[in-house]
């Protein structure tokens, strides 16, 4: 069953720490996004990467990290320097190269801070 | 700068009458646009989508309406139930491979 999976569901932050988040996708898609969803807004583009071993910076990237080397893994990792990580990030997938792209979503990870 | 707006954080309807989700863009070079459901805690789903080529696409209870000359889209769910109570989010791609989202409307269907 293909898909997106992010791990963990629920995750926990001490001040200082850096955290990373998981995903795996296993749709043979080239490229893989990471959003953050804030209450009441909208989905804000942290990193984006459209092919292995290349990634952009997205609207909010600051505080943040990301690697793709491998095609079905794009891990973020939330750096002590983002300094309001309370958030629930959002994992995706699309084709990539198409001009009818379609965004696939993992399940979320919910990220507080202790 | 915000460039896909949803203007209407909530809206409330009766189970069996239209639900009507408006979506406002800026940008004319958008090449296709989707519209998501979200659920509480989950990742957003797919619903449909139209290519700025078109201007209706159809999909059960589902409909898309697009006008470019006013860019502007609309989502109508006919007839709406229950089950449909979730946020809904309209998104356009294309512009340097970005997908862009808009804020979200709350959709309450009534029973």
Redesign the interface.
């Known amino acids: 069953d293909g898909g997106i999976t992010q791990s963990p569901k629920y995750l926990f932050r001490k001040e200082g720490q850096n955290v990373t988040l998981s995903c795996e996708q296993n749709l043979n898609h080239d490229a893989m996004y990471w959003y953050r969803q804030d209450p009441g807004q909208g989905l804000r583009l942290i990193y984006y990467s459209q092919i292995v071993n290349d990634f952009q910076k997205g609207d909010i990237a600051e505080g943040y990290s990301v690697s793709r080397e491998k095609k079905e893994s794009f891990p973020l990792t939330v750096t002590s320097a983002q300094k309001n990580p309370t958030a629930f990030y959002l994992c995706a997938s699309s084709i990539g190269g198409t001009t009818n792209e379609k965004l696939f979503f993992g399940s979320g990870t919910q990220l507080s801070v202790l | 700068d915000q460039q896909?707006k949803?203007n209407s954080?909530s809206l409330s309807v009766q189970e069996g009458r239209i639900s009507i989700l408006n979506c406002d863009y800026t940008n004319s070079m958008f090449?296709?646009f989707?519209w998501?459901k979200k659920y509480p805690?989950?990742?957003?789903?797919?619903l449909i989508?139209i290519?700025s080529i078109k201007d209706k696409n159809e999909d059960g209870r589902f409909t898309v309406f697009l006008n470019k000359s006013a860019k502007h889209l609309s989502l109508h769910i006919v007839p709406s139930q229950p089950g449909d109570s979730a946020v809904y989010?309209c998104?356009a791609?294309g512009h340097g491979?970005?997908?862009y989202?808009?804020?979200?409307t709350s959709l309450t269907v009534i029973p």
């Open positions: 896909v949803q954080p090449d296709y989707l998501y805690a989950e990742g957003p789903t797919f989508s290519s989010f998104a791609w491979n970005q997908f989202f808009g804020t979200g």
